[in-house]
């Protein structure tokens, strides 16, 4: 249950910025710690963090490509990584809450 828990809030949180041109993107977080952007680019880092710890890999810096309409396809391409290295239960399910949390700080 949990894979389809994470891939649903990926999904409500696409649903949410997929759309958006560069200005959306570069506006500032709700939470007023860098752009939307920075904020979608550190979600993305934390899911990859856990994918390599899951997999008992280096963390490593995830790249902040130079145009940030590339953010979705990341994140989907991210979190499809997490849900394929068998992350257990609890881990996706913290991933999933952490999606959740970015997409209401945006």
């Known amino acids: 249950m949990s894979a389809d828990e994470l891939n649903r809030a990926v999904d409500l949180l696409l649903g949410q910025v ?7 993107w570069e ?16 979600l993305v880092q934390r899911l990859a963090d856990l ?14 490509l130079g145009n940030d309409l590339a ?3 990341q994140l989907r ?5 997490l849900i394929a290295a068998d992350a257990p239960e609890p881990v996706l ?3 999933a809450a952490d999606v959740a949390a ?5």
Not at 18 to 24: F, S, V
Not at 27 to 42: F, I, Q
Not at 77 to 81: E, H, L, R, T, V
Not at 102 to 106: A, I, V
């Open 93 to 95: 399910s913290a991933a």
């Open 77 to 81: 391409a991210i979190a499809s990584d």
């Open 18 to 24: 997929g759309h958006w041109g560069t200005p959306r």
């Open 102 to 106: 970015t997409r209401q700080e945006l």
């Open 27 to 42: 506006a500032e977080a709700a939470n007023g710690l860098g752009t939307r952007a920075d904020l979608v680019h550190r």
């Open 51 to 64: 994918s390599a710890d899951v997999e008992g890999e280096p963390r490593r810096q995830v790249p902040r």
């Open 71 to 73: 953010l979705p396809d």
